[in-house]
């Protein structure tokens, strides 16, 4: 399609090829970005309209939500309650699922992270939105939580919304990954990029290296081997990022490859848990994004995509980008 065809065009073509596709879905899209350009207009303006900081209350995971959190979340509650075009939202801010009552429920469920990284929120770094969206089971019964369990697989589309220096929303609905980026003068998003593809091989990881000490055998040694650089048995030199914000993270590797990991480590076990991403609304939309780029998403144990859910929650450790480095990082699994 053409460069600067805005994101509305682009939807509608495309719903032409998703099987059973109906205007709805182009409406539910819309829903999405009127949502992403209201929170894009609040982190832009920051201090000046007072949304920084802590809302000084906790998650359903016992974390700290920033102001901005909760506003975001409402932001997406207020833009898609109102259409008809989803039948429920799950929300990393919200503990059970926010169902849409009889008369405006429509045929899709949504799961979204509003606000992804917000611990960058304060320090001024990108912060972004993450989403996914799964067929609801029928249009006549109100969904429960469980309609929502589902394995990645069976994602419709994802995408997410990174407010950087411009602002992007990067969407696949499983027929390759597109980038659109805002323009602020008339308020569309417009496509800059098409079919994104990300290199096999990579010479740059991202992983919180402060956790090392906890890691297992898999991560160390995998790590160990990069930065032993040329004289190592990688025999290159590798670079290291880490922004705190898995969008931002995973916007780069789809602009110029690399690797990215939160594994499950030692601390995180003796705190009970299985990883520290959520799958349903950070893993998932990602591992349909990055493989739709021609890379991979693993747990170390599985395809993320095949993980059958067994809560809204749910952790599991990520690793996922350039496809040989993924494909490594698995065999050290083995
Ligand atoms: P969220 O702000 O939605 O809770 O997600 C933050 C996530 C992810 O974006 C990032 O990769 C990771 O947490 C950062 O974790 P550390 O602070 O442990 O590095
Ligand atoms: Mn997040
Ligand atoms: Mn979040």
């Keep these: 399609m053409r460069i600067g065809t805005t994101l509305t065009h682009y939807i509608i073509r495309n719903q032409r090829e998703i099987e059973g596709a109906s205007g709805t879905f182009t409406g539910l899209l819309n829903d999405i970005c009127v949502a992403c350009k209201k929170i894009a207009a609040l982190v832009d303006k920051g201090a000046l309209v007072n949304v920084l900081g802590s809302a000084e209350s906790e998650n359903v995971q016992g974390e700290e939500q920033k102001k901005l959190d909760v506003i975001s979340n409402e932001i997406m509650i207020e833009a898609l309650e109102h259409n008809g075009h989803i039948a429920a939202l799950a929300s990393e801010e919200m503990e059970g699922i926010h169902p849409m009552s009889a008369e405006r429920r429509g045929r899709y469920l949504l799961l979204c992270d509003p606000l992804d990284g917000s611990s960058n929120i304060d320090v001024n770094v990108s912060v972004g939105t993450i989403f996914s969206i799964l067929r609801a089971p029928d249009d006549t019964k109100a969904p429960t939580e469980a309609d929502f369990l589902r394995p990645g697989v069976e994602q419709v589309a994802a995408g997410y919304c990174l407010y950087g220096p411009s602002t992007m929303m990067v969407l696949t609905t499983g027929n390759g990954v597109s980038m659109f980026t805002l ?54 030199n590798f670079n290291m990022r880490w922004v705190a914000s898995m969008v931002a993270e995973v916007h780069r590797i789809l602009t110029r490859g690399g690797v990215f990991m939160y594994p499950c480590d030692k601390r995180i076990r003796a705190q009970g848990k299985t990883g520290k991403l959520r799958l349903m609304y950070e893993a998932n939309p990602m591992a349909m994004i990055v493989e739709q780029a021609g890379g991979a998403a693993t747990t170390g144990m599985q395809r993320i995509l095949e993980v059958d859910p067994d809560e809204l929650h749910q952790r599991v450790p990520v690793i996922l980008g350039s496809r040989k480095e993924v494909e490594r990082v698995t065999a050290y699994h083995d």
């Excluded at 010479?203 to 000490?213: G, H, L, P, Q, T």
Aim: aromatic share 12%.
């Design 183 to 236: 323009d602020r003068d008339f308020g569309e998003f417009l496509l800059t990029r098409e079919n994104v593809s990300i290199p096999d091989e990579t010479r740059e990881f991202a992983i919180n290296a402060s956790n090392r000490r906890f890691w297992d055998e898999p991560i160390q040694r995998y790590i160990e081997e990069c930065l032993a650089g040329e004289e190592g048995p990688r025999g290159k």
